[in-house]
């Protein structure tokens, strides 16, 4: 068993011994935590999960719609990338321009309702191919505001200037390693309130040099154990692995400080059937040795091989 599927099948049974009954501002409910702390070494492996199966491509995909700033989801449907549309649907439903049937609060009735569900199904097919389709309709419904990839690539200014923390970053790496701020926030408090669809997550990382090696850690406040944590650490285990290698370094540790780490209670019988599975050898990642920038990579140019794992698990998106 790899270390790094062993500190998070450790998560799990944490939350599951320790963690309190909340209610949450989905109306899921969760069993909670507060404060949690996980490292992974990534020279022993690329941080896939083997006890259920990863899609590498939507991290990937993902990672590289922050990296380039976008905030449409159009990029990802271009990439069959669909892990933020009901966020951009919502704001459809819930617009003036939006004249079917009631879709309040789909993603929970869409699990204990057959009919209602092909009804979402549906009008959310409709929906992602007028996104690809219709500029219009694209601009103002697949956009999702001021989220991660605004706030990495062009932060606002109270001057009205913009800032492009990941590039800044990243030439400061190159510049003065020993820096203690290398430092990317997403958390943009005049944001919050009203310019994002959601508010980031993962809101804070830094990055840290030593012995030639590039490590990582993120704050994250609000870590949905089952869905988004596996997601979670292979982005950012991915993003350390691109910033190591357009700075001439190698990847060391990422290390995931959690606020709120939670298990939905609709996930909990998952989470006991990923518990019950042995894990498998890690993956390893090939990058594209021929693009030099994080801002040059494709998704072609991120790859993973021997990767093993056992099948997928479903679970429900709390929205």
């Known amino acids: 068993m790899s270390k790094s599927e062993q500190t998070y099948l450790g998560l799990i049974k944490?939350?599951?011994?320790?963690?309190?009954?909340?209610?949450?501002?989905?109306?899921?409910?969760?069993?909670?935590?507060?404060?949690?702390?996980?490292?992974?070494?990534?020279?022993e492996g690329f941080p896939l999960l083997t006890t259920k199966r990863v899609p590498f491509r939507l991290i990937a995909s993902e990672l590289i719609w922050f990296i380039q700033g976008y905030t449409n989801i159009r990029f990802l449907l271009q990439h069959n990338n669909n892990i933020w549309n009901e966020w951009a649907f919502k704001r459809w439903v819930e617009s003036p321009s939006y004249t079917g049937p009631d879709m309040t609060d789909f993603g929970l009735r869409s699990q204990s309702d057959a009919a209602f569900a092909s009804v979402y199904e549906e009008k959310m097919e409709t929906f992602k191919q007028r996104i690809l389709s219709d500029d219009p309709f694209a601009a103002e419904f697949g956009e999702l505001g001021n989220v991660y990839g605004k706030q990495w690539r062009e932060w606002k200014t109270s001057q009205g200037d913009t800032i492009d923390q990941l590039k800044d970053v990243i030439d400061a790496i190159k510049r003065n390693p020993e820096s203690r701020r290398?430092?990317?926030?997403?958390?943009?408090?005049?944001?919050?309130?009203?310019?994002?669809?959601?508010?980031?997550?993962?809101?804070?990382?830094?990055?840290?040099?030593?012995d030639g090696k590039l490590s990582c850690q993120l704050y994250q406040r609000s870590a949905d154990i089952f869905l988004g944590i596996p997601f979670n650490i292979a982005s950012y285990a991915l993003l350390t692995h691109m910033v190591a290698h357009e700075c001439g370094l190698e990847a060391g540790d990422f290390v995931h400080t959690l606020g709120d780490a939670h298990i939905y209670t609709n996930h909990l019988e998952q989470v006991q059937t990923q518990l019950s599975r042995e894990p498998r050898?890690?993956?390893?990642?090939?990058?594209?040795?021929?693009?030099?920038?994080?801002?040059?990579?494709?998704?072609?140019?991120?790859?993973?091989?021997?990767?093993?794992p056992h099948p997928a698990i479903k679970g429900p998106v709390a929205v």
Request: aromatic content about 12%; proline content about 6%.
């Open 14 to 43: 944490h939350v599951i011994e320790n963690g309190t009954k909340k209610e949450d501002r989905t109306g899921t409910g969760t069993i909670s935590t507060f404060g949690y702390q996980m490292r992974f070494d990534l020279s």
């Open 182 to 210: 290398h430092i990317v926030t997403a958390w943009n408090p005049e944001d919050v309130p009203s310019n994002m669809a959601l508010p980031p997550c993962h809101t804070m990382f830094q990055f840290y040099v030593a």
């Open 281 to 308: 050898s890690l993956p390893s990642l090939k990058l594209n040795a021929d693009k030099k920038s994080v801002f040059d990579f494709e998704v072609a140019d991120l790859v993973i091989e021997r990767y093993e």
